[in-house]
Structures are given as structure tokens and as C-alpha cells.
């Protein structure tokens, strides 16, 4: 018998306006740890006439964090978007090939990518905080998925993300205070706590140090290390230092390709493409 996630996508059908009610709170679906959570499959992206990504064949596992690495303007972050259909907001977009997430097609008309983004968070860049308290920023989104009933329960929620993402100590006492008072790498805590507070299953990054200072990079260098525990992790860096720290699968994309993935160790030490060990040892990039 297949097994069925506990968390579906909501879909539209073409006479109601809903097939089902508003998510209940549940459980994050994962499989064993290393296997398949995402699998990309013959993925093309166009803009217009201009194609940006060429037949991008890619696992990304579970408990897991794959990087994406490559020079500006190889296709690390258009990929990245194909991931949640970021690209669906972009009207020149267009999207081919199956991604699949727990074996269902992300991008089969009927999947709503509103619930799809509860299912998939996104850690752009730049921090990017509601301007709201640094309590409203975390819930947010669990207000608009449902997931408290009452406002001790969402009370909980939001000290539990805080928790996860290693805020609470430094913010318990200021709740109520803008959450864009708070220092860049603070605010990049806080923006990955309101990600993981509806409870997704996959967590993508878009260099999410490139704006923050040494040590601030290390704090979330180190979070990311905790949460690949309990989610798979996607993150774009230009950092092969950092790749190498976080990442226990890394991919090289090279002009809008795919030209090899594996075990990080393996692409750093003994990768098999040449253009890999070229830009791995800086020859360009």
C-alpha cells in the first residue's frame, strides 16, 4: 500500500473554491535520513525566449544539506525557486520537468504553492522582517495556516521557534520591540524562526550569511548544522568554505547546468569534471 503524507498539498478543483478546509496543525512527513525528499527531473527554465536552466536532474535528501554552488548567473537561485514555484510570481517564467516532493509532483496544476510555501520555507539573502514585533513576526505564518487554537498555544509556538533557532535567550525579555531593531544576524534568527514556526518540511537558503559578519555567519552556520537534524536544507552559497562546512551533498551548476553532484567531500577532494575542480581552486568564478 503507498503511503500517504500527512501533510498533502491543497488542491483546486475547477468547481469549488477549495477541495479541502484550512491545514490542521501536523506533523512534518520524513523519510530515513539520506533518502530522496525532493527529486528534480529534467527541470528547464525559461524567461521568455531566454532559457535559464537546462535539464537539471537532482536529488535532495531528507535530514540532509545539499548546496548549490557555481558562479553568479549559473542558475543556483532560479533552481532554488523552482523548489517553492517562486518563479510562478515571475510572468515571463516558465517552468518544465517534474520536481517531486514525497513523490508528488509540485508543479501538477492542482497543487495550491500557498500551502506548498508552508511545506517549503524560504531564508532569502537579505533578512527581511515584518515591520511587527519581534513576537508577530514569528507568528505570522502560523496564524494564517491555523496552527494555534489560543493564545497560550501560540504563545508556545512562538517560543518554540525562537528556541529552534536560537533566539530566545537574547530576545525573551523584548517580545514586543520591532524585530528590525534587532542586529543583521539576529534578524537572519528571526526570519529563519518565522520559517520554521508552520512547521515546513524543507528549508531553502539563498546565501543567507552573504550579508552578515563573521561571527553572525558562524551562529547560523552552526543553526543550520542543528536543523538539518529534523529538515531537508537547499542552500545557494558563493562560499566554498562554507559548502564545505554545512553541507553533506554539494552540486556545481555551471551556465544554467547541472554539471555534477555528490558527496561535498568527494566534490572538494576528487571532483570528476574539470570545470568542478577548476572553480573549486578558483581558476574562475
Known amino acids: 500500500m503507498t503511503e500517504i503524507s500527512p501533510r498533502r498539498f491543497l488542491r483546486q478543483g475547477p ?4 477541495s479541502i478546509a484550512p491545514p490542521a496543525p501536523v506533523a512534518a512527513h520524513h523519510g530515513p535520513v539520506g533518502a530522496a525528499k525532493i527529486e528534480a527531473r529534467n527541470v528547464n527554465v525559461f524567461y521568455g525566449p531566454k532559457q535559464a536552466l537546462f ?20 542558475g543556483k537561485s532560479t533552481f532554488l525557486r523552482c523548489l517553492n514555484r517562486m518563479n510562478d510570481t515571475i510572468p515571463t517564467a516558465r517552468v518544465e520537468g517534474a520536481i517531486r516532493m514525497d513523490g508528488e509532483n509540485i508543479n501538477d496544476r492542482g497543487v495550491d504553492p500557498v500551502l506548498l510555501r508552508a511545506r517549503v520555507g524560504m531564508v532569502f539573502q537579505k533578512p527581511n522582517p515584518f515591520p511587527k514585533s519581534i513576537f508577530e513576526n514569528v507568528a505570522y505564518g502560523a496564524r494564517i495556516h491555523g ?42 534568527r528571526l526570519v529563519i524562526a518565522r520559517a520554521i514556526a508552520v512547521e515546513p518540511e524543507v528549508i531553502l537558503m539563498d546565501e543567507p550569511c552573504s550579508a552578515l559578519d563573521p561571527i553572525a555567519t558562524a551562529r547560523i552556520e552552526d543553526l543550520i548544522d542543528e536543523l ?20 553533506q ?34 581558476r574562475f568564478g
Request: glycine fraction near 10%; charge should be negative; proline fraction near 2%.
Open 147 to 188: 496552527l494555534a487554537s489560543s493564545k497560550s498555544e501560540m504563545e508556545g509556538l512562538v517560543e518554540q521557534a525562537l528556541r529552534r533557532a536560537g533566539l530566545w535567550a537574547e530576545v525573551a525579555d523584548r517580545l514586543h520591540q520591532p524585530g528590525t531593531g534587532l542586529s543583521g544576524g539576529q534578524q537572519q
Open 15 to 18: 468547481d469549488m473554491e477549495t
Open 228 to 247: 538539518r537534524a529534523q529538515y531537508c536544507i537547499v542552500i545557494v552559497t558563493h562560499s566554498m568554505a562554507q559548502a564545505a562546512r554545512v553541507s
Open 55 to 74: 535539464d537539471v536532474n537532482l536529488d535532495m535528501a531528507d535530514r540532509s544539506v545539499t548546496a548549490l554552488i557555481g558562479p553568479s548567473g549559473c
Open 249 to 282: 551533498r554539494t552540486a556545481f551548476f555551471h551556465l544554467g547546468r547541472l554539471v555534477e553532484d555528490g558527496a561535498t567531500e568527494e566534490i572538494f577532494t576528487n571532483p570528476r569534471d574539470t570545470r568542478t575542480h577548476d572553480y573549486i581552486t578558483g
